[in-house]
């Protein structure tokens, strides 16, 4: 499913994996093999949050790319595996790509939240995992990947949402919501959801909760 919003198509492809077309290019974020439909090699550009296998996977970035396709990805990422030039992004750092200015913003799970393995370590380290924030032709996007609602969020705003809402590894459909009303955001566009058992979710829930508040909200 396609949802459009100010002259940018935005789809989700399954899972957090994201499509982003303009009328002159088209970008992807996060990109699972296992939910693409054929090979476009369409991508102008490539973001890469983490190295967890459903949001860098080499098979599924190429799949999307041809022969002029710039891959962007977090700088504490190893992408020895990609046979092509990378861009690397600083933690906090920003940058401008095929016109698309992005900023990292900061993604991690407590260390004392709910949101840790059976040793008690957080799924994903502060350090282990960027969101990006995008200016797209005067649209803002936020992609805050793999993350619970932190601190560091209460600033950001945003025209698209696109928050995971699955729970177990990322903040859950309730926290998402709060975060949803931080952002304040037009168009709200949850993923990471009902892949597998883990991150189930209700998310008709989520979207009477962020609806409520008079935001549009699209389940793709």
Do not use: C
Request: proline content about 4%.
């Amino acid at each position: 499913m396609v949802v459009e919003h100010d002259g940018l198509d935005v789809e989700r492809l399954g899972h957090a994996s994201v499509r982003i077309a303009t009328d002159d290019r088209v970008l992807y974020i996060d990109l699972w093999s296992e939910m693409l439909d054929g090979a476009p090699h369409d991508a102008d550009v490539v973001f890469i949050t983490h190295d967890d296998f459903d949001h860098y996977d080499v098979d599924g970035i190429e799949a999307v790319a041809g022969d002029g396709t710039t891959a962007v990805a977090y700088e504490a990422i190893d992408t020895s595996e990609l046979d092509r030039e990378v861009t690397k992004l600083a933690y906090d750092g920003t940058l401008t790509v095929d016109g698309i200015d992005v900023r990292a913003i900061p993604a991690y799970n407590r260390s004392d939240g709910e949101h840790v393995d059976d040793e008690g370590e957080p799924f994903h380290a502060e350090g282990e995992v960027i969101g990006l924030l995008f200016e797209i032709d005067g649209t803002t996007v936020y992609f805050p990947s793999d993350t619970d609602f932190l601190e560091e969020h209460t600033d950001i705003a945003a025209d698209v949402f696109i928050p995971p809402i699955g729970g177990h590894f990322t903040m859950d459909r309730r926290e998402a919501a709060r975060f949803a009303e931080s952002v304040d955001p037009d168009l709200v566009l949850p993923v990471h959801y009902d892949t597998f058992e883990q991150v189930e979710t209700d998310a008709g829930a989520f979207e009477e909760d962020v609806e409520a508040d008079e935001r549009r909200v699209e389940l793709m």
